[in-house]
């Protein structure tokens, strides 16, 4: 989406692309540490959100989108509400999912936290799934192949793939470029190439779930979407915030906390940007059949013979 204004001469040589994405990916890879002593039972969900993207702050990135805290049923892009007061519950499976970003150089990663334990053969699936997935990744190999390993090691613990989620390339300045690679065997014979970074995220779910997620009707994270004429002096300022802020990254309505009065004014502001069509909505997305999900995702630079594992 910024591709027009972009200009190539300030894209990044392949090493320092390399050198760049090492970087962002240690952050994240350190977030994701973190993660797993701060997301549990009790803990409010702002403070876990603040404490994850501080840290990504203090290492000098930004994050990469909102980190996603989203819990069984809710596969991805729950982000914590401006003043939420949500508290993770006593039981359930929480996909952390969260990226660094520093001039236009960007990482994404994912784990699935059990809160009582009780879920582990659900999130070894997916982490069975990745460790496979990673253990095919090299240039020349088709994202279908990479798709087989993931159903493979999925329905052998007794579960199911999501099949309309999946990893993606990274690129300069972009989160989720082609190539789309599958959760299944899709049939798509798009080969890696030596140099690209990728990732992946399997996404599996019980035998009762669809295998597939839909769109909920609440959003808390945005992105610019393009011009649009507002005339709603609380709207206009939002707009102005986020255009200077948050140009070409997803944001979260708690990261304009203070743009406008009150909590009411800013959520009022967003849904008019949002029907004006100068915001784009990323709404939560929930397994179909409400099942719960796990998830597991990592960064990856694809070599000649293998790849390097970069979160
Ligand atoms: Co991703």
């Known amino acids: 989406m910024i591709d027009d204004w972009m200009d190539e001469a300030e894209k990044p040589s392949r090493e320092a692309m390399e050198k760049g994405a090492r970087e962002a990916g240690a952050v994240a890879h350190a977030a994701l540490d973190m993660a797993r002593s701060i997301v549990k039972p009790g803990a409010k969900y702002i403070d876990a959100a603040n404490a994850l993207e501080s840290l990504i702050k203090e290492k000098g990135f930004e994050p990469a989108f909102p980190v996603n805290l989203s819990l069984n049923e809710q596969a991805a892009h729950y982000t914590p509400s401006l003043d939420d007061t949500l508290k993770f519950p006593d039981s359930g499976l929480v996909k952390v999912d969260l990226g660094a970003s520093k001039g236009g150089i960007l990482s994404d990663c994912a784990i699935t936290v059990d809160l009582s334990g009780s879920m582990q053969e659900l999130v070894a699936a997916t982490e069975e799934a990745l460790a496979a997935a990673i253990s ?174 970069l979160t």
Request: with cysteine; charged share 25%.
């Open 136 to 309: 095919t990744v090299k240039a020349g190999v088709k994202v279908s192949a990479i798709g087989q390993e993931i159903e493979a090691a999925i329905t052998k613990r007794g579960f199911k793939p999501i099949e309309n989620l999946g990893g993606h390339g990274v690129q300069f300045h972009d989160l989720h470029s082609s190539p789309f690679i599958p959760n299944y065997d899709n049939g798509d014979d798009t080969e890696l190439e030596e140099g690209e970074i990728i990732a992946i995220e399997p996404f599996a779910t019980t035998k009762e779930g669809r295998g597939a997620v839909a769109n909920s009707d609440t959003w808390e994270i945005y992105s610019l979407a393009g011009d649009a004429l507002v005339r709603q002096p609380d709207a206009r300022a939002v707009l102005k915030e986020v255009s200077a802020r948050y140009p070409s990254e997803p944001f979260a309505a708690r990261w304009l906390s203070g743009v406008v009065g009150s909590r009411f004014s800013l959520y009022s502001a967003l849904r008019a940007l949002v029907s004006a069509g100068a915001l784009e909505p990323h709404p939560t997305l929930i397994e179909m059949n409400g099942a719960v999900v796990s998830q597991k995702e990592a960064t990856l630079l694809v070599t000649k013979d293998s790849c390097e594992v």
